[in-house]
Structure formats: C-alpha cells, structure tokens
C-alpha cells in the first residue's frame, strides 16, 4: 500500500474514531483529549494490520487467495462473544440471500 493511500485510510479511522468518542463524551459528560483519539486510533490500526495478516495467513493456508468468512469466524475464536456475534451475522445473511449455511462451519443453531 502507498504512503498516500495508508495516510487518507488513517485520516478516515482517526475521523470515525473521533466521532465515536465525541458522542460517548457527551453521553457519560465527559471530555477526551486529541492525543487520547491520537493514540486510540494508533491502537485501533496495530490491531487492524495484525487482523489483516492473519485472514491472509488463514485464506492462504486453505489454498485460497481470497478471505472469506470462515476465515473471519477463525480469527474470533479467542473471543466467545465476538465469534457469537458474528456466527449470527453470517447466519442472519445467509439466510437473507437465500444461501442457507453452506460452507460456515459452527454456525448452525
């Protein structure tokens, strides 16, 4: 990725990330510093790049060259919560698009 693009893409997360903390200040009357989004936004996207580096691995590690959701499901099975989320998720759009659960392991209810 280009300098260029990496910085535009960190400019939109520092700006979506501000915007969520701005309205979680005036929600519990409180106040957050730039350097407190600064930082929030550094740690938001170490984690963003250690994400991406290891769907890659999964996918690549499967024989294949594009990320999908069992890759996803994989990277949340350290988080009970987080993988329940998202099997719903992938559950309640399968069931939208009318593909039923073919192919996503662990999602049947």
């Given at each position: ?5 990496r ?5 939109a997360l ?5 915007k ?7 929600r519990?009357?409180?106040n957050?510093?730039p ?14 790049e250690?994400v991406?580096?290891?769907l890659?691995?999964?996918?690549r ?5 594009t990320i999908n ?13 987080l ?7 992938v559950h309640n ?5 009318g593909?039923g659960?073919?192919?996503v392991r662990?999602?049947?209810?």
């Amino acid at each position: 990725m280009d300098d260029e693009l990496r910085e535009r893409l960190k400019a939109a997360l520092w700006f979506s990330i501000g915007k969520i903390v701005d309205e979680e200040s005036l929600r519990l009357n409180t106040n957050a510093t730039p350097q407190f989004i600064g930082a929030l936004t550094e740690m938001v996207w170490a984690q963003i790049e250690n994400v991406s580096v290891d769907l890659e691995s999964f996918a690549r590690h499967a024989g294949r060259n594009t990320i999908n959701t069992d890759d996803v499901l994989l990277i949340t099975r350290r988080n009970d919560a987080l993988h329940g989320i998202m099997k719903d998720f992938v559950h309640n759009e399968k069931v939208k698009s009318g593909k039923g659960m073919g192919g996503v392991r662990g999602t049947n209810k």
